[in-house]
C-alpha cells in the first residue's frame, strides 16, 4: 500500500515536472507573429509529446528594416531534446541581434552606411550567429551527442531579398504560381557537432505572390497506418492549391496532412513557418 502511494506521488510529481516543461517551452516560442507590410506570415506548431525538440522564430532586426526566420530540429525527443532546443533558440536569437548590429556598425564606421550596404550586414549576422551558437554548442555540450539542425533567414522586405543558412535543414520551398520554384539547399553541416564548423551565405529573391515554405521532417515523414510516408510530393501538391495567404498554405497543409495520417500515432513533431509576399496590385 505505501509503495503503491509513493509511485502515486512520484507519477504526479513527473506529470507536474513535464507540464511545467511544457509551459516553459511554449514560452520560448513566438507569441506573436511581427507583422510586416506586404506580407502575410503564420506558423504550426504540433508536438509529438508533452515537449518537442522543434522551433520556430520570427524577429525583427535592424530596427524593423529585416526580418529573421528560424525553423529548427534538434536530433533527439523528449525532455533532454526540449533543453537542447531552449539553449539554441536563445544563443541563435541573442548572435543574431549582436551581430546584425556590430555588422551595421562597422559599415557606418567605414563610411559605406548607405542602403546598399545592408545585404552584407545581414550576411555577417547570419554567418555569425550560426557559428558562434554551433561552436558554443559543439564545445560545451558536444559530449551530449546531440544537434540541431537549423534554417536561419534575413528577408529584406522593400525588395524580398532573403539572405540565409540551412545547417544541414529539410530544404524550404519557394512556390510561384502554384508550382516549386526553388529548393534552398543545405549550406552548411548541422549545429553541435564541429566546433569550427563554416557555413555559407545563399541568397534568393521572393517575387510578388512566391510562398515561402519552412518546415521539419516531422511533415514530410509522418506516417498513415500502413507506414506510408507523407513525402514530398504531397507536400507540394497541397502547397500548390491556390491560397491567399500564409495561413491559408499551413491549413491546406495540415488538413491534407491529418487525412494522410488518420489514425495513427505521431511519430514526430510537425513544424510549419510560411511567409508570402502580396501580389502586385
Known amino acids: 500500500m505505501i509503495e503503491a502511494e509513493k509511485r502515486a506521488r512520484d507519477l504526479s510529481r513527473m506529470e507536474h515536472e513535464i507540464a511545467v516543461a511544457r509551459e516553459i517551452q511554449a514560452g520560448f516560442l ?9 506580407y502575410s506570415i503564420a506558423a504550426r506548431f504540433q508536438p509529438a509529446r508533452e515537449v518537442a525538440g522543434d522551433f520556430y522564430d520570427a524577429f525583427p532586426m535592424s530596427n524593423g528594416r529585416r526580418l529573421g526566420l528560424v525553423i529548427a530540429d534538434v536530433c533527439d525527443k523528449g ?16 548572435f543574431a ?4 548590429a556590430m555588422g551595421w556598425m562597422d559599415r557606418l ?11 552584407s550586414a545581414g550576411s555577417t549576422a547570419l554567418s555569425g550567429a550560426i557559428e558562434s551558437t554551433n561552436r558554443y554548442m559543439a564545445e560545451n555540450h558536444g559530449l551530449s551527442g546531440m544537434f540541431a539542425s537549423v534554417f536561419f533567414g534575413v528577408l529584406d522586405p522593400s525588395t524580398g531579398v532573403l539572405q540565409y543558412i ?46 515561402l ?18 513525402g514530398d510530393a504531397r507536400l507540394a501538391e497541397a502547397l ?37 509576399r502580396a501580389p502586385s496590385s
Open 30 to 38: 513566438p507569441r506573436e507573429l511581427p507583422q510586416t507590410p506586404g
Open 79 to 94: 525532455v533532454g531534446a526540449a533543453l537542447f532546443m531552449a539553449l539554441c533558440r536563445s544563443l541563435l536569437r541573442a
Open 97 to 100: 541581434q549582436q551581430h546584425h
Open 109 to 119: 564606421g567605414s563610411g559605406e552606411g548607405r542602403r546598399g550596404s545592408l545585404p
Open 166 to 211: 540551412n545547417a544541414g535543414h529539410n530544404p524550404p520551398l519557394i512556390l510561384g504560381g502554384g508550382t516549386v520554384r526553388e529548393r534552398l539547399g543545405r549550406t552548411g553541416p548541422v549545429v553541435g557537432i564541429f566546433a569550427e564548423a563554416k557555413y555559407g551565405v545563399g541568397s534568393v529573391r521572393l517575387d510578388p505572390g512566391d510562398l
Open 213 to 230: 515554405y519552412l518546415y521539419t521532417d516531422g511533415v514530410t515523414e509522418a506516417k498513415d497506418a500502413d507506414g506510408e510516408f507523407f
Open 240 to 276: 500548390g492549391e491556390a491560397m491567399a495567404c500564409a495561413s491559408d498554405a499551413l491549413d491546406m497543409v495540415e488538413a491534407r496532412l491529418g487525412r494522410f495520417v488518420g489514425e495513427a500515432a505521431a511519430h514526430d513533431d510537425v513544424t510549419m513557418l510560411a511567409l508570402q
